[in-house]
């Protein structure tokens, strides 16, 4: 076989800086270039998949990895990289058919919350970490949570409280949880769908919580085949289940939208008027006959605009570039925000070359090019007393095929066209993954 035909034959998510690595480092004190800001104190880690055998039927199926820095008074004081070690990772027997929500591969994302660092994937149990990285085991809010956990939840800013969902292929399809800032489960409402759909996402604000019923649903030949069991459905149709915080079932009402997939929401917050706002990385329709091992879709920035009462949101794009990985201040999040931080994909879905800063209040963008790099997501850090929503800075790695080792990379957030605050060189490659997190005096 020629080089081109391995190519072509080997799955997207096995090349390049997607493929995996095999080595869990340890390193202290790592080198940089530029200064630390002293103020950054606590642990960014980032998850992703990372198949221990190397091989996985899917991008999104492999083990989940964890890679962190720990930021102490302006040094990078160490750099690792973890297998989350789930029954599923250390080997334990899959039953055919039924998920096993203890037993997952907690790839997608990693945060904190009411004391615990929790490594998340959308099918099973978030994965309690320790800030070393060493996997403690799967949680349940002390035996009260008895559904998948999203990789996606959203934290209040105002109550502290932590809001998420499960999904799954049984009846109730989709169920709504809540927790307290103390890390209580206070409620569990199932939130009645036709079908079992792909639901990565959802959206807050200060008064309700919004559920995507959307049109990529559970699809047994592509099970089948070991891929993501879903595929694009002309017939489901495309809606938003808006919730009221704090209120029942009953308080639900559905808002129909054209049909798309979106992975990622940047945020939604409610006008005076009770109009609800969503801005979300948008897809135009994903994997027609099922997940395909060649190819990525492209995503942009579109609006859903729901006034009170409305039974069809109104939808506008915001730009037409490609990109994902939206993140806001998340001291904004269920709030009114004008600052979307992105990363530009290029036309495969994959090229990940540059940052860039949306304004959406002044429609000016502003970009990071990365000079033979590539870039995974970036969070926004707030500055200590930061007056503005763009205060502080944006963190993520990056992969400088130069070096053939990533780099984590600071940016002043109001200024992210500019040569990076700080440039953290890792010993090793960081694969694209998926979401990560700063934890503060973590
Ligand atoms: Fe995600």
Same mark, same amino acid.
């Given at each position: 076989?020629?080089?081109?035909?391995?190519?072509?034959?080997?799955?997207?998510?096995?090349?390049?800086?997607?493929?995996?690595?095999?080595?869990?480092?340890?390193?202290?004190?790592?080198?940089?270039?530029?200064?630390?800001?002293?103020?950054?104190?606590?642990?960014?880690?980032?998850?992703?998949?990372?198949?221990?055998?190397?091989?996985?039927?899917?991008?999104?199926?492999?083990?989940?990895?964890? !890679?962190?820095?720990?930021?102490?008074?302006?040094?990078?004081?160490?750099?690792?990289?973890?297998?989350?070690?789930?029954?599923?990772?250390?080997?334990?027997?899959?039953?055919?058919?039924?998920?096993?929500?203890?037993?997952?591969?907690?790839?997608?994302?990693?945060?904190?919350?009411?004391?615990?660092?929790?490594?998340?994937?959308?099918?099973?149990?978030?994965?309690?970490?320790?800030?070393?990285?060493?996997?403690?085991?799967?949680?349940?809010?002390?035996?009260?949570?008895?559904?998948?956990?999203?990789? !996606?939840?959203?934290?209040?800013?105002?109550?502290?409280?932590?809001?998420?969902?499960?999904?799954?292929?049984?009846?109730?399809?989709?169920?709504?949880?809540?927790?307290?800032?103390?890390?209580?489960?206070?409620?569990?409402?199932?939130?009645?769908?036709?079908?079992?759909?792909?639901? !990565?996402?959802?959206?807050?604000?200060?008064?309700?919580?919004?559920?995507?019923?959307?049109?990529?649903?559970?699809?047994?030949?592509?099970?089948?085949?070991?891929?993501?069991?879903?595929?694009?459905?002309?017939?489901?149709?495309?809606?938003?289940?808006?919730?009221?915080?704090?209120?029942?079932?009953?308080?639900?009402?559905?808002?129909?939208?054209?049909?798309?997939?979106?992975?990622?929401?940047?945020?939604?917050?409610?006008?005076?008027?009770?109009?609800?706002?969503?801005?979300?990385?948008?897809?135009?329709?994903?994997?027609?006959?099922?997940?395909?091992?060649?190819?990525?879709?492209?995503?942009?920035?579109?609006?859903?605009?729901?006034?009170?009462?409305?039974?069809?949101?109104?939808?506008?794009?915001?730009?037409?570039?490609?990109?994902?990985?939206?993140?806001?201040?998340?001291?904004?999040?269920?709030?009114?925000?004008?600052?979307?931080?992105?990363?530009?994909?290029?036309?495969?879905?994959?090229?990940?070359?540059?940052?860039?800063?949306?304004?959406?209040?002044?429609?000016?963008?502003?970009?990071?090019?990365?000079?033979?790099?590539?870039?995974?997501?970036?969070?926004?850090?707030?500055?200590?007393?930061?007056?503005?929503?763009?205060?502080?800075?944006?963190?993520?790695?990056?992969?400088?095929?130069?070096?053939?080792?990533?780099?984590?990379?600071?940016?002043?957030?109001?200024?992210?066209?500019?040569?990076?605050?700080?440039?953290?060189?890792?010993?090793?490659?960081?694969?694209?993954?998926?979401?990560?997190?700063?934890?503060?005096?973590?």
């Amino acid at each position: 076989m020629s080089q081109a035909e391995a190519k072509t034959k080997t799955p997207f998510w096995e090349q390049g800086n997607l493929a995996p690595v095999q080595e869990e480092v340890t390193a202290f004190d790592l080198p940089v270039e530029g200064a630390i800001p002293p103020e950054l104190n606590g642990l960014y880690a980032r998850n992703g998949a990372n198949p221990r055998e190397g091989h996985s039927g899917h991008w999104f199926l492999g083990d989940g990895m964890l !890679h962190g820095v720990s930021l102490r008074d302006g040094r990078a004081e160490w750099y690792r990289n973890r297998w989350v070690r789930t029954p599923r990772f250390n080997g334990a027997p899959r039953t055919p058919g039924m998920p096993d929500i203890r037993s997952g591969v907690a790839n997608t994302n990693v945060m904190a919350h009411a004391g615990k660092i929790m490594a998340l994937v959308e099918s099973a149990l978030p994965v309690v970490m320790s800030r070393e990285l060493d996997t403690v085991g799967s949680y349940d809010y002390d035996g009260k949570l008895d559904t998948p956990f999203t990789a !996606h939840p959203k934290v209040c800013p105002t109550t502290g409280e932590l809001h998420f969902f499960g999904y799954g292929f049984v009846p109730p399809f989709l169920t709504y949880h809540a927790v307290d800032a103390a890390g209580t489960l206070m409620r569990s409402i199932p939130v009645p769908v036709r079908a079992p759909t792909m639901v !990565h996402d959802f959206a807050m604000t200060s008064g309700h919580v919004i559920f995507m019923d959307l049109p990529v649903v559970f699809d047994m030949p592509a099970a089948q085949r070991g891929t993501m069991p879903f595929a694009w459905s002309d017939s489901y149709g495309a809606r938003l289940g808006i919730l009221k915080r704090g209120a029942g079932i009953e308080s639900l009402r559905w808002v129909e939208i054209e049909p798309c997939y979106v992975f990622h929401v940047a945020n939604a917050f409610e006008e005076a008027d009770g109009t609800i706002v969503v801005d979300v990385a948008w897809y135009n329709e994903l994997w027609r006959g099922g997940p395909s091992g060649k190819t990525f879709d492209r995503a942009v920035l579109r609006r859903w605009r729901v006034p009170p009462g409305a039974t069809k949101a109104q939808e506008q794009f915001l730009d037409d570039r490609s990109i994902e990985f939206p993140r806001i201040n998340d001291d904004r999040a269920g709030l009114s925000h004008d600052i979307v931080y992105t990363v530009d994909t290029g036309n495969d879905g994959l090229t990940y070359e540059l940052l860039r800063k949306y304004d959406l209040k002044t429609g000016k963008s502003t970009e990071h090019v990365f000079d033979n790099g590539m870039a995974s997501e970036f969070v926004h850090v707030p500055g200590e007393g930061g007056k503005s929503e763009d205060d502080g800075w944006l963190i993520g790695f990056v992969y400088d095929r130069a070096r053939n080792a990533s780099d984590l990379l600071i940016l002043d957030a109001q200024k992210i066209e500019s040569k990076p605050v700080a440039r953290i060189m890792l010993p090793a490659r960081v694969p694209q993954g998926f979401h990560g997190n700063w934890m503060p005096g973590v």
